[in-house]
Protein backbone atom coordinates (compact mmCIF):
# COMPACT_ATOMS: atom_id res chain seq x y z
CA UNK A 1 0.00 0.00 0.00
CA UNK A 2 1.21 3.14 -0.68
CA UNK A 3 1.80 5.64 2.19
CA UNK A 4 -0.28 8.59 1.76
CA UNK A 5 2.83 11.18 2.22
CA UNK A 6 4.60 9.21 0.03
CA UNK A 7 2.20 9.24 -2.64
CA UNK A 8 1.47 13.33 -2.11
CA UNK A 9 5.30 14.27 -2.38
CA UNK A 10 5.65 12.28 -4.98
CA UNK A 11 3.07 14.20 -6.87
CA UNK A 12 4.87 17.28 -5.58
CA UNK A 13 8.08 16.23 -7.22
CA UNK A 14 6.17 15.66 -10.31
CA UNK A 15 4.56 18.75 -10.34
CA UNK A 16 7.44 21.08 -9.97
CA UNK A 17 9.26 18.17 -12.15
CA UNK A 18 6.94 19.62 -15.23
CA UNK A 19 7.81 22.87 -14.46
CA UNK A 20 3.94 24.13 -13.12
CA UNK A 21 5.94 26.77 -11.20
CA UNK A 22 9.27 28.76 -11.31
CA UNK A 23 10.99 26.21 -8.82
CA UNK A 24 12.86 28.72 -7.05
CA UNK A 25 12.74 29.33 -4.32
CA UNK A 26 11.10 25.81 -3.62
CA UNK A 27 7.07 26.31 -2.57
CA UNK A 28 4.64 23.32 -1.86
CA UNK A 29 0.67 23.73 -2.72
CA UNK A 30 -0.51 23.62 1.05
CA UNK A 31 -4.47 23.74 0.60
CA UNK A 32 -7.07 21.92 -1.64
CA UNK A 33 -7.76 25.12 -3.52
CA UNK A 34 -4.25 24.80 -4.50
CA UNK A 35 -2.68 27.87 -2.70
CA UNK A 36 1.32 27.73 -2.87
CA UNK A 37 3.86 28.91 -0.45
CA UNK A 38 7.16 29.81 0.63
CA UNK A 39 8.60 26.28 2.41
CA UNK A 40 12.49 27.31 2.84
CA UNK A 41 14.56 30.09 0.99
CA UNK A 42 18.08 28.20 1.45
CA UNK A 43 19.84 31.06 -0.61
CA UNK A 44 21.03 33.29 1.58
CA UNK A 45 23.40 34.62 -0.30
CA UNK A 46 21.01 36.77 -3.43
CA UNK A 47 20.93 37.22 -6.36
CA UNK A 48 22.09 34.13 -7.60
CA UNK A 49 18.90 31.74 -7.05
CA UNK A 50 18.32 28.37 -5.25
CA UNK A 51 16.91 26.54 -8.01
CA UNK A 52 15.63 23.61 -6.15
CA UNK A 53 15.50 20.68 -8.75
CA UNK A 54 15.21 16.68 -8.72
CA UNK A 55 12.23 16.64 -5.79
CA UNK A 56 11.27 13.16 -4.19
CA UNK A 57 9.43 12.57 -1.33
CA UNK A 58 11.74 10.41 1.17
CA UNK A 59 10.64 9.42 4.73
CA UNK A 60 8.00 12.55 5.37
CA UNK A 61 10.29 14.86 4.01
CA UNK A 62 11.12 16.57 1.00
CA UNK A 63 14.36 15.53 -0.32
CA UNK A 64 15.80 17.87 -3.45
CA UNK A 65 18.62 19.47 -4.76
CA UNK A 66 19.00 22.79 -4.09
CA UNK A 67 21.88 25.58 -5.54
CA UNK A 68 23.22 28.32 -3.67
CA UNK A 69 26.39 30.39 -3.76
CA UNK A 70 28.46 28.69 -0.80
CA UNK A 71 28.23 24.35 -1.37
CA UNK A 72 27.12 24.80 -5.26
CA UNK A 73 24.09 22.82 -5.68
CA UNK A 74 23.73 19.93 -3.13
CA UNK A 75 21.56 17.76 -1.31
CA UNK A 76 19.28 19.34 1.00
CA UNK A 77 15.58 18.38 2.60
CA UNK A 78 12.96 19.93 3.99
CA UNK A 79 10.84 19.16 6.72
CA UNK A 80 7.18 20.18 5.13
CA UNK A 81 5.68 20.72 8.67
CA UNK A 82 8.28 22.64 10.51
CA UNK A 83 9.27 24.21 7.06
CA UNK A 84 13.27 23.53 7.66
CA UNK A 85 15.66 23.12 5.08
CA UNK A 86 18.36 20.66 6.19
CA UNK A 87 21.62 21.03 4.42
CA UNK A 88 22.46 17.21 3.82
CA UNK A 89 25.70 17.10 2.36
CA UNK A 90 28.40 19.22 0.46
CA UNK A 91 29.72 15.95 -1.85
CA UNK A 92 31.45 18.22 -3.72
CA UNK A 93 33.42 20.34 -1.37
CA UNK A 94 33.50 23.91 -1.78
CA UNK A 95 31.20 26.69 -3.98
CA UNK A 96 31.21 23.57 -7.33
CA UNK A 97 28.25 21.07 -7.87
CA UNK A 98 27.97 17.75 -7.01
CA UNK A 99 24.32 18.34 -9.39
CA UNK A 100 22.67 15.48 -7.38
CA UNK A 101 20.15 13.74 -10.11
CA UNK A 102 17.84 10.91 -10.76
CA UNK A 103 16.73 10.91 -7.13
CA UNK A 104 14.99 7.26 -6.48
CA UNK A 105 13.81 5.99 -3.32
CA UNK A 106 14.54 2.44 -2.38
CA UNK A 107 13.56 1.17 0.46
CA UNK A 108 14.95 3.32 3.24
CA UNK A 109 17.51 5.14 0.99
CA UNK A 110 17.33 7.84 -1.68
CA UNK A 111 19.91 6.58 -4.76
CA UNK A 112 20.82 9.45 -7.14
CA UNK A 113 23.51 9.96 -9.07
CA UNK A 114 25.98 13.44 -8.39
CA UNK A 115 29.88 13.82 -9.32
CA UNK A 116 31.93 14.48 -5.94
CA UNK A 117 34.92 16.05 -8.14
CA UNK A 118 36.72 12.37 -7.70
CA UNK A 119 34.78 9.74 -9.31
CA UNK A 120 32.78 11.29 -11.90
CA UNK A 121 29.40 11.08 -11.72
CA UNK A 122 28.31 7.98 -10.23
CA UNK A 123 25.58 6.47 -8.08
CA UNK A 124 25.58 7.72 -4.63
CA UNK A 125 22.83 7.02 -1.68
CA UNK A 126 21.25 8.58 1.52
CA UNK A 127 19.49 8.25 4.55
CA UNK A 128 19.23 11.95 4.68
CA UNK A 129 22.12 12.30 7.01
CA UNK A 130 25.22 13.74 6.27
CA UNK A 131 27.78 10.80 7.15
CA UNK A 132 24.72 8.07 5.56
CA UNK A 133 25.66 9.67 2.25
CA UNK A 134 27.97 7.80 0.61
CA UNK A 135 29.43 6.50 -3.02
CA UNK A 136 27.45 3.34 -3.47
CA UNK A 137 30.16 2.18 -6.02
CA UNK A 138 33.16 3.94 -8.08
CA UNK A 139 31.03 1.56 -11.37
CA UNK A 140 33.56 3.12 -13.48
CA UNK A 141 37.27 3.55 -12.08
CA UNK A 142 38.79 6.46 -11.45
CA UNK A 143 37.96 9.44 -12.27
CA UNK A 144 35.24 8.63 -15.31
CA UNK A 145 31.82 8.43 -14.25
CA UNK A 146 29.50 5.44 -15.35
CA UNK A 147 26.86 8.24 -16.18
CA UNK A 148 24.11 6.71 -14.31
CA UNK A 149 20.55 7.13 -15.82
CA UNK A 150 16.77 5.78 -16.20
CA UNK A 151 16.84 4.94 -12.11
CA UNK A 152 14.07 2.95 -11.20
CA UNK A 153 12.72 1.00 -8.35
CA UNK A 154 11.30 -2.18 -9.29
CA UNK A 155 9.77 -4.42 -6.21
CA UNK A 156 12.31 -2.91 -3.72
CA UNK A 157 15.42 -3.37 -6.18
CA UNK A 158 17.04 -0.59 -8.03
CA UNK A 159 17.76 -0.70 -11.74
CA UNK A 160 19.65 1.69 -13.57
CA UNK A 161 21.60 2.10 -16.80
CA UNK A 162 25.50 2.80 -16.73
CA UNK A 163 28.54 2.45 -18.43
CA UNK A 164 31.48 0.41 -16.74
CA UNK A 165 33.99 1.00 -19.03
CA UNK A 166 34.47 -2.19 -19.99
CA UNK A 167 30.59 -3.43 -21.07
CA UNK A 168 29.62 -0.45 -22.49
CA UNK A 169 25.67 1.18 -21.42
CA UNK A 170 24.25 -1.94 -19.53
CA UNK A 171 21.25 -2.38 -17.52
CA UNK A 172 22.50 -3.24 -13.52
CA UNK A 173 20.74 -3.84 -10.44
CA UNK A 174 21.63 -2.97 -7.13
CA UNK A 175 21.12 -5.34 -4.35
CA UNK A 176 21.98 -5.70 -0.79
CA UNK A 177 24.79 -2.80 -2.22
CA UNK A 178 26.24 -5.38 -4.68
CA UNK A 179 25.94 -3.98 -8.50
CA UNK A 180 25.15 -6.68 -11.17
CA UNK A 181 25.46 -6.30 -14.83
CA UNK A 182 22.83 -7.90 -17.38
CA UNK A 183 23.13 -11.19 -17.39
CA UNK A 184 25.66 -11.53 -14.43
CA UNK A 185 22.76 -11.21 -12.02
CA1 LIG B 1 29.78 21.76 -3.41
Not at 127 to 142: A, M, Q
Not at 143 to 158: E, M
Not at 160 to 175: P, Q, S
Amino acid sequence: MVNPRTRFFGGLGALILAGTFVPAPLTVPTAADGAVTLVADINLQPPAAATPSEVAGFGGTVIYAGEETVHGKELWKVDPVSREAVFVRDIRPGGQSSSPADITVAGALAHFVADDGVHGRELWKTDGTSGGTTIVKDINPGTSGSGPVRLVNVGGTLYLEANDGVHGRELCAVRRMQISYGTET
